[in-house]
């Protein structure tokens, strides 16, 4: 069995500039996580709400930093409004009415937060638990690849007001820039999955999304139906369920983002760093429209475990991608750190040139994963180490521990997840 090509090389310590030590992983000269991101979310303590944000916003509404606010219930914004958050508002979400933000089809959301006055969605409890309120909805007519191009989303909302998909690629739904959203992902009443933290179907390219972070979320942290998507600087943080999901025909570029796992917190519905479906049940899907393709860039997907051999044979660490059939992902310069194993393929994707070559994993550290590439349900994964065995490809693999191969890794206030120097890889 071919196996991945490993150098260490020290050499390229003096050879390369400060810029080359985040050659795979999240990159930056400095640490982007710093300021805005709350690795301690649990610890934060807010100004009781003195604002209820209850029914519809029909009318541009802007919400202000003096006050801090309570989402009671499902508050749609209609009318084609526009909703804009100032910079440092605090945003609680009802446990008792799971409360849920959901911005309709042609209305939008201007969450412009700065670096140094971030803007927080976190709930109202006490002793704050995953799941505790609903989430964010944005809803838009980017295309999906449902038959009839339009859909709705579930989850107990109203079906009528949470139409997506249409013909605008470029559909604008706003900003969401410098965002926190925290303890998301309330259960479904009608006893179905949980509400994602943040989900977005039919939102077009011309739409903002970057430097949201979403913590302790019981269902998916980010979840993409359809749409053409540009994702930067996103963090995932301790999800119990996918990190990243990507749905009927979604088309997204997602670069210099993080996932960050426990072993300890699953969900029976996915518990994935990335999860690429082009859909859930095919007789849904139109196939003569895109399937969904994922350009993942310079992606850091780590587990926090404090022994993850054991965790890896106790059960507990699954694999870090999953690629359902009919979809394709390109990843490259990203950084996999202890998963059982890396990537699984779908057993219904046949190992031969043309599916292989939808399938892109180039530049890639594999590090302390029980294995890389795998087919579903197929412990025989000659076929696929033997591709992307190839130089070509420049992956590379090590087995290293957390703390000596990121830069600050068990920092429980500012971590730094970027490769540390002394990991600088390259390949034959």
Known sequence: MKSFTQIIATSL??????????EKGITGLNNWLNNWTEFKANKVEYSEANQILAGNITANTKLF????????GNVYVTNNAVLTIEPGTVIIGDFQSKGT???????????DGLETDPIVFTSNRSMKKAGDWGGIVILGDAPINKYGGISSVNFDLNPAMTLYGGVNPAYNAGIMRYVRIEFA????????ENLNALLLAGVGNKTILENIMVSFS???????????????????FRSSSNDYKFNYGTQANINNSLAVRSPFLSSKYGSRCLDIASYD?????DFS???????ATNLTLANISDNINADIESGLIKEAI???????????????????????LDDQIQINNENLKKLTFESMYFNNCKGNLFTENNTNNEDLESWYGQSAFFNVYSKGNNSETFIDFSNDRKPDFRLQLSKITASK
């Not at 930093?65 to 009671?72: A, E, G, S, V």
């Not at 992902?185 to 179905?192: E, I, R």
């Not at 998916?220 to 963090?235: C, Y």
């Not at 999953?322 to 699984?344: H, L, W």
């Open 322 to 344: 999953f690629v359902s059939e009919n979809s394709s992902i390109q990843c490259k310069r990203t950084v996999v750190s202890g998963f059982n194993p890396a990537v699984v």
């Open 13 to 22: 310590l003096v050879v390369f500039s400060a810029n080359a030590q985040q």
């Open 281 to 285: 049940k095919k007789e849904e899907v």
């Open 65 to 72: 930093k003096k006050n801090t606010y309570q989402l009671q």
């Open 218 to 236: 019981a269902g998916d942290s980010f979840e993409f139906l359809g749409g053409e998507l540009n994702l930067n600087q996103l963090v995932s």
């Open 185 to 192: 992902g309330a259960k479904a009443q009608s006893g179905g």
């Open 101 to 111: 933000l959901i911005i309709t089809k042609g209305a939008s959301i201007i969450a």
């Open 289 to 295: 429209k895109k399937k969904t393709l994922v350009v």
